[in-house]
Nanobody, 122 residues
Framework: QVQLVESGGGLVQAGGSLRLSCAAS????????MGWYRQAPGKQRELVAT???????NYPDSVKGRFTISRDNAKNTVYLQMNSLKYEDTAVYSC????????????????WGQGTQVTVSS
């Protein structure tokens, strides 16, 4: 299996910055895409950022220009640099990885972390 552990969440004032990290471990053969989603209370989960193993990124308009996703393939780790944070960025942020296992290298599945709380005070 694959375990994802996030870190870096916390409380920050509006306009501030935070950097989230997510490390994948386990019986990993290969990781394709990695990324971040978030979910605020009473709202649906929404995409924050994704990155392929080739480095191609994707952001929704709500975070474009403020958030930057990156990854270290050697460490199976994905990062999310969040700048100019707004109150509406408050949510639980969860990372995911589309990975294959050493026992089934041809089959990719999505694995999720537990989530980390990001709270932006206005």
């Amino acid at each position: 299996q694959v375990q994802l552990v996030e870190s870096g969440g916390g409380l920050v004032q509006a306009g501030g910055s935070l950097r989230l990290s997510c490390a994948a471990s386990g019986s990993i053969f290969s990781i394709n895409a990695m990324g971040w989603y978030r979910q605020a209370p009473g709202k649906q989960r929404e995409l924050v950022a994704t990155i392929t193993n080739g480095g191609r990124t994707n952001y929704p308009d709500s975070v474009k220009g403020r958030f930057t996703i990156s990854r270290d393939n050697a460490k199976n780790t994905v990062y999310l640099q969040m700048n100019s944070l707004k109150y509406e960025d408050t949510a639980v942020y969860s990372c995911y990885a589309r990975a294959s296992l050493v026992t089934r290298s041809y089959y990719y599945d999505d694995y999720w972390g537990q989530g980390t709380q990001v709270t932006v005070s206005s």
